[in-house]
């Protein structure tokens, strides 16, 4: 893995890993570009792009403002931007794809979200789709009318008492805090709705990088992204061509346990995108990469990959 910085539009220094295969530059296959999860950093995805090098893939990943190495101290982590984080994070993405593209001419480009990081990139996908060559949505969500409202507005009271950078406690209490409910009490843990594999979770979620707590503009311009990125009017930008993958476990929270994933899947039909495939993984979290059946997770990214691009 080797690590450089970007300097965006606005003159904030992105931190963009990348994961090279062993032949040249002409032999590259195809490009994926993963945009991560909150409170999380894009190195934790060493191990699905060492995968894919093998398999001639080259792969970028950024650590989004607030986040990882682009936050650069403990005191940055889980702020985004002062002002509209959520739109300067896709101009993020959209600076990544452009430069990546440029240095790799006429590959195909796969961007990969999870979490956070998919409504990143369903937002993306919503202004620049004919930019990229497919999309994969990990451990998404779809429309829940009126969550990203109520979100932003209790955010933006929060901001306004406490300040924009104050930790935002209770708002992880009461969007997080739920996600544990149905995990078994012998087994339960801060991080268990994540993955089965208590194992490697302690190895990959582990340092400052990792789980920290996000300020309440971060959930003020999470809940700014949620109310926008589902409205008909935007969703109907999405290239009617681009092939979308959906995976997630089917004891992800995130998704409701798979309801609102499959209401977005559906929707992105009824609005003309033919090309969609959903893969449930039974009995998985929210992190499909870093489960206990990992190795099935990354034959079948890849294998669908092959087969759509």
Not at 100 to 125: E, M, N, W
Request: glycine share 10%; proline share 4%; charged share 25%.
């Amino acid at each position: 893995m080797e690590t450089q910085f970007l300097k965006m539009s606005d003159g904030q220094n992105i931190a963009l890993h990348s994961w090279l295969p062993n032949c040249s530059k002409e032999k590259i296959k195809k490009i994926i570009i993963i945009s991560h999860g909150m409170a999380e950093s894009a190195t934790r995805y060493s191990d699905f792009a060492e995968y894919l090098n093998k398999k001639g893939y080259a792969v970028f990943a950024h650590d989004h403002r607030g986040h990882g190495e682009t936050a650069g101290t403990v005191e940055n982590l889980g702020f985004l931007a002062e002002e509209n984080g959520f739109k300067r994070v896709v101009a993020d993405l959209v600076g990544i794809v452009d430069y990546v593209t440029d240095s790799f001419p006429a590959r195909k480009i796969i961007l990969l979200g999870h979490s956070f990081g998919s409504f990143i990139a369903q937002s993306y996908i919503e202004y620049f789709g004919n930019d990229i060559n497919a999309c994969i949505l990990s451990g998404t969500a779809g429309p829940r009318f009126g969550l990203g409202s109520l979100l932003k507005g209790i955010a933006s009271v929060m901001c306004l008492i406490f300040g924009k950078k104050s930790k935002g406690r209770f708002l992880t209490l009461l969007t997080i805090g739920p996600y544990n409910n149905k995990i078994p009490k012998k087994e339960k843990t801060p991080t268990s709705w994540l993955s089965r594999d208590a194992q490697y979770l302690n190895k990959s979620y582990n340092g400052p990088y990792y789980g920290f707590i996000c300020t309440n503009a971060f959930f003020k311009d999470l809940g700014t992204g949620l109310s926008i990125i589902h409205k008909k009017k935007n969703l109907k930008k999405i290239p009617k061509k681009l092939p979308i993958l959906f995976i997630t476990g089917t004891q992800d929270p995130v998704g409701s346990y798979t309801k609102t994933v499959k209401k977005l899947a559906n929707i992105y039909r009824k609005i003309g995108i033919k090309n969609i495939t959903e893969i449930y993984y039974d009995g998985a979290r929210h992190e499909p990469i870093n489960e206990i059946n990992r190795a099935e997770v990354y034959e079948d990214i890849f294998n669908w990959i092959e087969q759509r691009t």
